[in-house]
């Protein structure tokens, strides 16, 4: 009996160290099997990054000449990523800078945009963002929900803001840029340019100097937590301030750069980079390259917004130039297709639904929604002359002496011959009984030289008189009696009566020519808003001019000395508003 226990007892110690020993060995198998899969998965993750070559275009342009310095397919057709949302924040600061809205606008969170995919602030439906903090989440975390919150309060449907997109790219001469949406997430449609972009880059700087200094953000505090920016070469590479970095994988990793080095000026474009790290080396290394071939002055003309016709036209032209015009993506791979697309169809803008402020109630009435007057610089270009019709010779401006006449009393002549005055006369006229009227201002029609043909009304006064044809003696029977009293400036309407002009004293300061004498009061405003000090005595009027088929309408304040109207000019510029000086 004790010696069947103890065998059976043996054979279960054995039993369970043998169980033990394959467990063992079981777990030992395992484990080598899971390093190797480890190992393998690292291996085919270095090889796919290794292997991963998106489609690469770069250029480098000089902002003060508007020179290409350098460039490696700066028009082929590529995806913008997140540089969209460059557009998308053009569009905001036009609102901005028009004071549709404001930077403490509150605009409401739909649940299309708190549903965008990363990045994101974590935006939830119902909730609404400030416009500056919106503005912060777009540069430096690139937040895709605050982007859509900016296409709806906008246009009220992203899809509407990004044909809005478009038709602002058009106008800025962009001719191959497409956009889909406001945030840049993948869209096969949605397509751009390294040359488009770089021309973006420089518009926003040119239109919003006082905005695009959001583009230099590296951190901001939301709700918060402190969000902070991709763009590295903010802060390292001395004389970057910006702008924008992009990233899907069609795309590549991108970059806009603008970088100021004492008086040199570039923006670079970057598209197509294999990682952050390789994309941010590309661009300093161009940017180091082209320095020094820059310019120091600033010679070329502002980016300015074309009418929609004449982008059209360009885009057209572009496209039948350098064809195919259209990508797909194939595998993660960009494809260019050998067709032609068809025309973006761009729906007029629709009001916007979404956006609202702290305080409904105190909203001044809304006005009708207009895209600002393209710019002009203050400054309308000379017309040439038209040749008189039949004529083979252009008009040639004849020097002339303008007679400015203060009426008085004055009674009406006989129509017999006038009866001749002594010079000695000086400043008097006669009535019809020959009798002298001091009281009066007229020169007797006796002393002045005959009209030549076709200048004033033929009567010697009131009229325009070749300045040569003015003898000494007539020059001061034309002088006031009453040399003390103020002259105000008349004109002869064609009917022959006279009109009074308004007369402006001091220097004279332009701000703008606008397409309508509204637009030239709001941006008469606008001026004054911005330099109320300078301008708050100054005489503000609106001018018409003609360009050629099209009246425009000057903006200009009077009443202001040389050093005065120098100063305001100053400040309006630095607010981004033409402003130039003109002697009176």
């Not at 039993?15 to 080598?32: E, N, P, R």
């Not at 480890?38 to 275009?57: C, K, M, T, V």
């Not at 797909?328 to 260019?336: L, R």
Request: charged share 20%; glycine share 8%; with cysteine.
């Amino acid at each position: 009996m004790l010696h069947t226990t103890l065998a059976s007892s043996r054979a279960m110690r054995v039993g369970a160290f043998g169980l033990a020993a394959i467990v063992a060995v079981v777990f030992t198998i395992d484990q080598a099997n899971a390093r190797r899969a480890r190992h393998h998965h690292r291996h085919h993750q270095q090889q796919e990054r290794h292997s991963y070559n998106p489609p690469f275009a770069s250029i480098v342009v000089d902002a003060n000449s508007g020179a290409t310095l350098s460039s490696t397919n700066p028009d082929s057709l590529r995806h913008p990523a997140s540089l969209t949302k460059m557009m998308t924040l053009y569009m905001l600061f036009e609102r901005l800078d028009s004071g549709k809205i404001g930077l403490d606008t509150e605009m409401r969170v739909s649940a299309r945009a708190a549903s965008q995919d990363p990045t994101k602030l974590g935006l939830q439906q119902g909730q609404t963002i400030r416009v500056e903090d919106a503005i912060k989440g777009l540069v430096t975390k690139s937040a895709n929900d605050a982007a859509v919150v900016i296409s709806e309060a906008i246009a009220g449907d992203e899809d509407d803001f990004a044909r809005m997109m478009t038709r602002k790219a058009r106008a800025l001469g962009m001719t191959r840029t497409v956009y889909r949406n406001a945030s840049g997430l993948p869209d096969d449609d949605q397509i751009t340019t390294a040359r488009d972009q770089a021309t973006l880059g420089r518009a926003l700087q040119d239109r919003f100097p006082r905005y695009y200094r959001y583009f230099a953000t590296t951190s901001f505090t939301f709700r918060g937590r402190t969000i902070r920016g991709h763009n590295h070469l903010l802060g390292s590479v001395d004389g970057v301030d910006g702008i924008k970095t992009g990233y899907i994988r069609a795309s590549g990793f991108n970059l806009v750069t603008n970088l100021r080095r004492g008086n040199r000026h570039l923006v670079g474009v970057v598209l197509g980079g294999r990682s952050g790290g390789s994309r941010d080396a590309t661009m300093r290394q161009l940017l180091a390259q082209n320095l020094e071939m820059a310019s120091t002055r600033r010679t070329v003309a502002a980016i300015a917004e074309s009418s929609m016709a004449e982008a059209n036209a360009k885009a057209a032209e572009d496209q039948a130039r350098s064809r195919p015009t259209s990508v797909t993506q194939v595998d993660g791979a960009v494809q260019v297709a050998s067709n032609v697309p068809e025309p973006v169809t761009l729906p007029p803008e629709r009001p916007a639904r979404s956006l609202i402020t702290a305080s409904n109630a105190a909203l001044p009435p809304k006005r009708p929604v207009s895209e600002p007057a393209v710019l002009t610089s203050g400054v309308i270009k000379t017309q040439p002359i038209d040749a008189v019709p039949g004529a083979t010779e252009p008009m040639k401006p004849v020097r002339v002496k303008t007679v400015q006449v203060k009426a008085k009393s004055v009674r009406l002549a006989s129509a017999g011959p006038a009866p001749s005055v002594s010079p000695a006369a000086g400043n008097a006229t006669t009535d019809h009984d020959g009798a002298p009227e001091t009281s009066g201002s007229v020169v007797a029609r006796a002393n002045m030289p005959p009209q030549p043909a076709n200048f004033g009304n033929g009567q010697g006064i009131l009229g325009v008189l070749p300045a040569s044809s003015l003898s000494s003696s007539t020059k001061q029977a034309m002088a006031h009696a009453d040399s003390g009293a103020e002259v105000q400036p008349r004109t002869v309407q064609k009917n022959g009566a006279l009109k009074p002009v308004a007369s402006h004293s001091g220097w004279i300061i332009q701000v703008g020519a606008l397409e309508t004498e509204s637009q030239a009061r709001e941006r008469l405003d606008t001026a004054r808003g911005r330099a109320p000090k300078m301008l708050g005595k100054a005489d503000p009027f609106t001018e018409s001019v003609g360009k050629g088929n099209k009246k425009l309408y000057r903006a200009r304040f009077a009443g202001l000395d040389r050093d005065e109207a120098e100063a305001a000019c100053r400040t309006l510029k630095r607010s981004d508003i033409s402003c130039i000086t003109i002697k009176n």
